[in-house]
């Protein structure tokens, strides 16, 4: 008889770190950073609860998960914990403006089970934490841009392991029902990119579903389900050749593991668009007090080969499309001289013809020399940007951007991340409200549960 093979795979790696990881553990920044990807969610969740159709869906979430064990403060209505997941994380990716990656699929599913079980801060944060630690390893062992090629939405097919994991250890789990969940996480995702043709948010319902299968998941494996322990790695039939073929790498999924935390490569987007267009947004900031728009020739953008294919010719005919649209939100960038916000992203605009006859002007090309979608590099992927302005009177304009504001590299300040914060929830709660929210992340680690943070978010004026 062949003896089992007793060597860790990939899941149990992964799952033992969860299982060890402790407050005492995290680093002050590392900490500080949980709380501004928190902040983050609650705001975009908040205010991409108005948009009528996503509050359609969010509601036909809670519709189908009905319960009254956790609250789905984006809409200001109870549900089940999964439902709460599930309609937060919906409302959360409405704009496009949540911060790279994984969080819009994790936060809603922590605070979900977080509010359900009593649990406190200092447990949120080392959920969150646990989380995109695992996520971002997914990401790193898989080559996004092959993933993409292959019709899939990454961060869909990728996103119910961040959920998984932090309700695994907000569950208390040890390394054998966490290596379960990791494992029937693998089997959780989904994530085609049809929609992108046809302008539509499709992806909101992948990261909603991910969100609430991360919540269903923990409990199934604190029952005691169990998964294989190749879920990762089993040739032919784990997930990485089911979606990735053979361009992927186990190794990344142990990647510094206990050493480092990726989650300092957190990228905050301080313009609600598609990520690959902000180092084009920003490059037309840095020339738009250069130039008047009427007497531009030509504007010439040389980006990575994937930046390229998503955002370089894309027919805007939604609001959707112009956020995934560089000649679109370069166009705009120039005219109003400001970087990209939630305002300029309206039905209106996109049809504006000054707009759109500048951008007829953008011509956007695969750089080899930006391209670093290079397999086994750390997620997100660099996305820089070369841009030239031809003027129709001979001069001519350039600016090279390699890190976006907002980026692990570029990072933004606490007052910028503040400042979004506080935009996206103008009108919708009170100042004071929008101040006590502040607070409350920023104390978390002392909150002994979270309620006081739920019941002022779920407060509108």
Not at 345 to 359: E, G, M
Request: proline letters at 4%; one cysteine or more; aromatic letters at 6%.
């Amino acid at each position: 008889m062949k003896e089992k093979d007793l060597t860790p795979t990939a899941t149990e790696k992964l799952a033992d770190y969860v299982a060890r990881l402790n407050y005492e553990d995290l680093p002050e920044d590392v900490v500080g950073l949980a709380k501004s990807c928190l902040l983050d969610i609650l705001g975009c969740a908040i205010s991409g609860g108005v948009d009528e159709m996503t509050a359609r869906a969010a509601k036909g979430a809670v519709k189908c998960h009905s319960g009254g064990d956790a609250t789905a403060w984006a809409i200001c209505q109870r549900a089940s914990a999964p439902g709460a997941a599930m309609a937060n994380a919906i409302c959360a990716e409405t704009s496009d403006f949540t911060y790279a990656l994984g969080g819009t699929a994790i936060l809603p599913a922590v605070l979900a089970v977080a509010e359900k079980e009593g649990i406190g801060g200092r447990e949120v944060i080392v959920a969150i934490v646990a989380g995109h630690e695992v996520m971002w390893r997914i990401h790193k062992a898989v080559n996004q841009f092959s993933l993409q090629q292959r019709g899939f939405y990454p961060q869909g097919v990728c996103a119910s392991f961040g959920p998984a994991a932090a309700v695994a250890k907000l569950l208390g789990l040890d390394a054998k029902a966490t290596a379960s969940a990791i494992g029937l996480a693998a089997g959780a995702g989904i994530g085609i990119r049809a929609y992108a043709a046809e302008g539509l948010r499709t992806k909101q319902f992948y990261l909603g579903t991910a969100s609430a299968s991360g919540v269903t998941i923990g409990y199934l494996a604190q029952a005691g389900m169990p998964s294989a322990r190749l879920s990762l790695e089993a040739k032919g039939s784990g997930f990485f050749t089911t979606y990735a073929g053979t361009d992927y790498d186990v190794g990344g999924t142990s990647y510094k593991l206990g050493e480092e935390f990726l989650l300092r490569r957190t990228a905050f987007k301080l313009y609600p668009a598609c990520r690959y267009v902000h180092t084009s947004i920003d490059a037309a900031r840095r020339l738009a007090s250069l130039v008047k728009p009427q007497e531009v020739e030509r504007i010439e953008v040389r980006v990575p080969l994937m930046a390229a294919q998503v955002a370089g010719d894309r027919p805007v005919r939604s609001t959707y499309d112009a956020q995934f649209s560089i000649p679109w939100t370069v166009a705009v960038t120039l005219i109003d001289g400001t970087g990209l916000n939630g305002d300029q992203v309206s039905a209106t605009r996109i049809q504006d013809r000054q707009v759109l006859a500048l951008a007829q002007k953008v011509r956007v090309e695969a750089d080899p020399e930006l391209d670093r979608m290079l397999h086994g590099d750390l997620p997100p992927v660099v996305i820089s940007c070369r841009m030239r302005i031809l003027c129709r009177d001979g001069t001519e304009h350039s600016a090279l951007v390699e890190y976006a504001r907002g980026s692990a590299e570029n990072p933004p300040t606490k007052e910028e991340l503040h400042g979004k914060f506080e935009h996206l929830v103008e009108g919708l709660v009170s100042s004071a409200q929008a101040k006590k929210i502040e607070a409350l992340v920023e104390d978390l680690e002392h909150l002994g549960d979270i309620s006081s943070l739920i019941a002022t978010a779920s407060t509108r004026t």
